[in-house]
């Protein structure tokens, strides 16, 4: 199983997507980061929030090489976040400020290799991205606002039609798509 786990903020997307992998031996949980600020204290309680339900038998990386930790694996992987990450890899890449061309080849170059890792990822080693549902949130009306839904929209997409499944989360709620 390849899925995608989408929704908005606080839907209930990451407990659905450890759900899934729940019964599973030897999961390697990639919490996509470090987040740009690293001093964000309530980021660093949502990861440790997260470890907490957690199996404690889950191995815990945090890296923005989501592909190297897909292609590596030698069982499930479970990704949570593909926003965490674009905005860590446009921080990586001091992308905020550039022209929009730039920052959408940029990323498309790490999205390349991201997605061929989704689509190369083996039918043994079961795979669950996290994202948030750009279309279902509020995205502040200035550039960097609009950079980011419009990236994530892409990568979300992109990701997406390299799983077999998309769930879609709204209020703890699941539906198959």
């Given amino acids: 199983m ?65 592909a190297g930790e897909i292609a590596s694996a030698q069982g499930p992987v479970l990704v949570d976040c593909l926003g965490t990450w674009l905005t860590g890899t446009i921080d990586r890449h001091r992308l905020w400020d550039a022209a929009e061309a730039d920052v959408t080849a940029s990323i498309g170059a790490e999205l390349d290799v991201l997605v061929g890792a989704v689509g190369a990822a083996g039918a043994a080693n079961d795979l669950v991205i996290v994202t948030n549902e750009v279309g279902l949130g509020i995205v502040p009306a200035h550039r960097s606002g609009r950079l980011f839904r419009d990236l994530l929209g892409t990568v979300n997409q992109r990701v997406a039609a390299a799983c077999d499944e998309v769930h879609l989360v709204v209020a703890g709620r699941v539906l198959v798509l």
């Fill in 2 to 66: 390849k899925a995608l786990v989408t929704g908005g903020v606080r839907s209930g997307k990451s407990r659905h997507a450890e759900e899934l992998l729940a019964e599973r031996p030897g999961v390697t949980y990639v919490a996509a980061g470090p987040v740009p600020d690293e001093e964000d204290a309530e980021w660093a309680a949502r990861v440790a929030a997260h470890q907490r339900r957690r199996p404690a038998s889950w191995a815990t990386r945090e890296t923005l090489d989501l």
